[in-house]
């Protein structure tokens, strides 16, 4: 247990305008993890942090992750050495250009998973962890969470080869890490934030063992590569988005529970000699807030249409009858010529090849 500090004794540590007890970002560190570690730092809770700093700014019953917004940044730019390019990085919205083309401010966003948030509690599982990088961490200094950890299409560790996961092992809660302060007045019971904020199970374990198979961390690697090294899988294409946004559209139609739809899951089931499953929800229903176990599944059947583009993609629908242009090309929003000009190329029916 560490006690805390008062609000006056953090000012006068903080005559300097530069914050004493200060660290840099950890490598992919995500920005509301960096913050609680901050606060921790100066002996303060996270809430008593930023009602220092913020005091009309309702922090907590929003996804902070998300955007970098200018209230934020220059407290941390004037009180830090932190440059704007490296906090701007601790944002999901650095995925701009590489993710998605551009940054959503008053909808979802693709391949973001939502946090269900009511007030300040959280009732989705839009934090993942790796408990044994967890683990890792507290060997050399103190566990933080992972932007990529707020990824639809991250399932798996590539440096641990394990499944990813995003509740609590005990009592399967969600991960509200910056919630395990609450209930202790005037001490922080534990300044290690991998820890369930309900029930108190340590969430950073080297024994918990989740090992994924070989084709899913090449999966994983293939994923990663595409959005760190911006290196898309299909070669011609120069921006990960380009990519990413037919993978994402792809995996609705093959979630969708539509007769004509679930041939095609069918088809590409008995190819990757997966067993075929009824999917959860409806074709509205959204991939980014499923199981991650369901999320894998349909990255793998659409990664697989997709490579050897096209000739895959025309060999496996074409068979199906009827699931031709005005299917395929359902509900896409995001128009990319090479996926746009093959489909209407292939697929669209007129009178003279109906």
Known sequence: ????????????????????????????????????????????????????????LTFWNRDIDRFYYD???AVFLANSRITPDKLRNTFLSSYEGKLFELATYKTNQNWIIPLGIYHRTRSGYGQMYCPRCLYNDEQISKPYFRKSWRLSLSFACVDCGSWLSDRCPNCNSPVVFFRNEVGFKNILPDVNIARCYRCREKLSNEQINMPADKSIITLQTTLNRCLIAESPPIDFLVYPFQYLDILHHLIRLINSKSTLLAQLRHSLCELN?????????????????????????????????LEDWPSRFINVVY?????????????????????????MFHFYITNSNR
Request: proline residues 5%; contains cysteine; hydrophobic residues 40%.
């Open 1 to 56: 247990m560490i006690k805390l500090i008062s609000k006056e004794s953090f000012f006068q540590l903080n005559a300097s305008r530069q914050w004493p007890a200060y660290e840099d970002p950890r490598p992919d560190e995500l920005f509301s993890s960096w913050l609680t570690r901050i606060a921790h730092l100066h002996g303060l809770k996270v809430e008593t942090f930023c009602k220092i700093y913020w005091k009309n």
């Open 71 to 73: 209230k934020v940044s």
């Open 273 to 305: 000699k997966l067993e075929y499953w009824q999917p959860i929800g409806s074709y509205r229903d959204r991939f980014d807030t499923l199981p991650i176990g369901e999320r894998m599944k349909l990255l793998l059947l659409a990664h697989y249409l």
């Open 319 to 343: 068979p199906i009858k009827r699931l031709r242009s005005a299917w395929l090309l359902k509900d896409l929003t995001s128009k990319h010529y090479w996926f746009d000009y093959e489909v």
